[in-house]
C-alpha cells in the first residue's frame, strides 16, 4: 500500500499497563492545563471527562475538570449521553485546549461528565476519562468534530495514525501510543493492514476463528464483523459463537490441560485476501492462583449487539501479542486500514 508523508509530528505517550486490564495515558484540558489518565478507546469516538459537578460515586475518585479555572473554557449548554458496555455517562459539551504530548488542539469539543451510571468505572480504578478514537459517524456530539479528526486536519502528523504497544506489565518495555508513524522498534516487520469494512467501529470483515488450525464454521450462518477495541480488556462475541467456541478450546477449569490446550487463530479478510493472527493459551487464557488452587478459563465474554450480523469485539487480550496501527489515510475521508504486526516484545 502507497504511503504518502504528512507533516512534521509523530508523537509517543507512554502508558501505565494496570495489571493487562487498562493500559492509561496522561493527556491536558484547558488553560493553564489540568492533568488526566485516560483510556484510549478505539471502540469509540469521543472524549469523556469528569467535571467537579459529578456526584456519582465513581467520580469521587477521579481527576475533575475544573471549568471555572480555565481562560479558553466555553461552555456549549448541550446535553448528552452515552451507553458503554460498562455503563452509561450523561453530561454536557464544552470546548477547551487539549494537548497530548506534542500536539495541541485549540477549542476541541468533549463531552462533561455529570453523573456516573452502572459499572462504568469504580472508587479502585486508576482512570479519569475516555478518549474516543473511532470514527465521527460513531460519535453521540453529532455535528462537532471528534479530537483525533481535529488532528488530522491539522496537517501535522507525519501518518495519519494512531498505535499501541501493550507488551506486559511484568515486563521492563514501557506500553505507549504513538500519534504519526508507528514506531519501527515496537513491532516485527512488516505490518499486514487490513481495509475497514465500514468506517464506525475499526472493523474489518472475520472469516472465522480456527481451533488448532480447525475451522470453527463461526460465521456460516451470517456475517461476522471483528472490532478492534483497545476499550474492551476481553475477547467477545455472540452468545452461541462463545459457547461453541469455548466448548471447542476444552480448558479445565483446574487449569490441569493448560500444557496441551490448542491454540486459536482470528481470520481476517478484505479484497486482497485472508489474513491469519494466532494466538496461544498463554495469550488467551486466563490464569489464577489462590489458596483453594489454581483457575483457568479463556478469556471470553458474550456480548450480543445485532441479531443479523455477528460482532466480535478483539479486545486488549489480543493487543498483547500484536501490535495494532489504525490509519485514516490521507485524510478524514479517505480508506482507512488496521494494521497489525506480532509485537516486539512478544517475539522473545
Do not use: H
Not at 492533568?35 to 472524549?47: A, H, K, Q
Not at 461552555?75 to 458496555?85: N, Y
Not at 466480535?312 to 500484536?322: E, L, Q, T
Request: charged share 15%; net charge negative; with cysteine.
Amino acid at each position: 500500500m502507497a504511503v504518502k508523508d504528512g507533516g512534521d509530528i509523530t508523537t509517543t505517550l507512554s502508558l501505565l499497563n494496570y495489571y493487562d486490564i487498562e493500559w492509561l495515558g496522561v493527556i491536558s484540558v484547558g488553560t493553564p492545563a489540568q492533568e488526566f489518565s485516560v483510556i484510549f478507546d478505539t471502540g469509540s469516538t469521543d472524549l469523556w471527562m469528569p467535571s467537579t459537578g459529578c456526584t456519582s460515586q465513581g467520580c469521587e475518585s477521579q481527576a475533575r475538570f475544573e471549568s471555572s479555572s480555565s481562560s479558553t473554557f466555553i461552555d456549549l449548554e448541550t446535553q448528552v449521553a452515552a451507553a458503554f458496555g460498562s455503563g452509561d455517562l450523561y453530561g454536557s459539551l464544552a470546548q477547551d485546549t487539549v494537548r497530548l504530548g506534542e500536539l495541541t488542539v485549540v477549542g476541541q469539543t468533549f463531552c462533561l461528565i455529570d453523573e456516573e451510571v452502572g459499572s462504568w468505572t469504580s472508587v479502585d480504578d486508576p482512570f479519569d476519562g475516555l478518549l474516543g478514537l473511532a470514527f465521527p459517524q460513531l460519535s453521540d456530539t453529532t455535528g462537532y468534530t471528534p479530537l483525533f479528526d481535529s488532528i488530522i486536519n491539522q496537517g501535522t502528523l507525519t501518518r495519519n495514525a494512531v498505535s499501541f504497544f501493550f507488551g506486559s506489565y511484568e515486563e521492563e518495555d514501557s506500553a505507549s501510543i504513538t500519534f504519526g508513524t508507528p514506531p519501527e522498534a515496537l513491532y516485527v516487520a512488516p505490518i499486514q493492514y487490513i481495509q475497514v469494512s465500514s468506517q464506525l467501529y475499526w472493523q474489518v470483515k472475520l472469516v472465522d476463528i480456527y481451533v488448532n488450525g480447525v475451522a470453527q464454521n463461526l460465521c456460516s450462518s451470517r456475517s461476522c464483523v471483528a472490532v478492534l477495541d483497545t476499550g474492551t480488556t476481553l475477547l467477545t462475541g455472540p452468545s452461541a459463537g462463545v459457547a461453541a467456541l469455548v466448548a471447542a478450546i476444552g480448558a479445565s477449569e483446574d487449569c490441569s490441560n493448560y500444557d496441551s490446550l490448542p491454540s486459536i487463530t482470528y481470520v481476517f479478510a478484505d479484497d486482497n485476501g485472508n489474513y491469519e493472527f494466532e494466538l496461544e493459551p498463554f495469550y488467551y487464557v486466563i490464569e489464577e492462583q489462590s489458596r483453594n488452587g489454581d483457575w483457568c478459563a479463556p478469556a471470553f465474554m458474550s456480548f450480543d449487539i445485532s441479531p443479523s450480523t455477528w460482532y466480535w469485539i478483539v479486545g486488549d487480550v489480543f493487543m498483547r501479542k500484536f501490535f495494532t496501527t489504525y490509519y485514516r489515510g490521507e485524510t478524514t475521508t479517505s480508506t482507512a486500514y488496521v494494521g497489525i504486526a506480532t509485537a516486539a516484545a512478544a517475539s522473545r
